[in-house]
């Protein structure tokens, strides 16, 4: 990846630390653009979108994303955020799939399981809910 996307990304960042979601998104575009293979930048980018409203084209990036990613720990990044944005889109379902996805990857369980759990109480699954949570807490504990 270049210098320079890494700058952009990095202004991108900051910008979404600010509040100044219009500027991320001017920069993370920039960053992604110039090296489609940075997931960070990418994922940030999803972010942005998401924040400004635009769930549907935040997912869009981050399914864009899936064949680029450079390593399994990528690809679940990417699984897990469009796992969150989809849930903000209201696709639950969607959500669902993208965070069992990213829950195969070992060190991405409790992610997937705390957005599974937040999937379940949307979708009025409370006993679903309750065992996503039980394996969250049980392997962010390092009790497996």
């Known amino acids: 990846m270049s210098a320079v996307a890494r700058r952009y990304h990095e202004r991108g960042l900051k910008a979404l630390d600010n509040g100044d979601v219009e500027g991320a998104l001017e920069a993370l575009r920039g960053a992604v653009e110039l090296s489609p293979g940075f997931g960070n930048a990418r994922i940030a980018y999803a972010i942005a979108l998401a924040k400004s409203g635009d769930a549907p084209r935040a997912a869009s990036v981050l399914r864009a994303g899936m064949s680029r990613a450079t390593s399994p720990i990528a690809t679940a990044a990417l699984w897990a955020t469009l796992g969150d944005v989809l849930t903000l889109g209201g696709d639950f379902f969607g959500a669902e799939e993208a965070f069992q996805q990213a829950g195969a ?17 949307r979708l009025q ?20």
């Open 105 to 121: 990857v070992p060190g991405f369980e409790v992610r997937a399981a705390s957005g599974l759990a937040r999937v379940y109480a």
């Open 125 to 144: 699954r409370p006993r679903d809910m309750a065992a996503q949570l039980t394996i969250a807490a049980r392997r962010s504990a390092g009790r497996g």
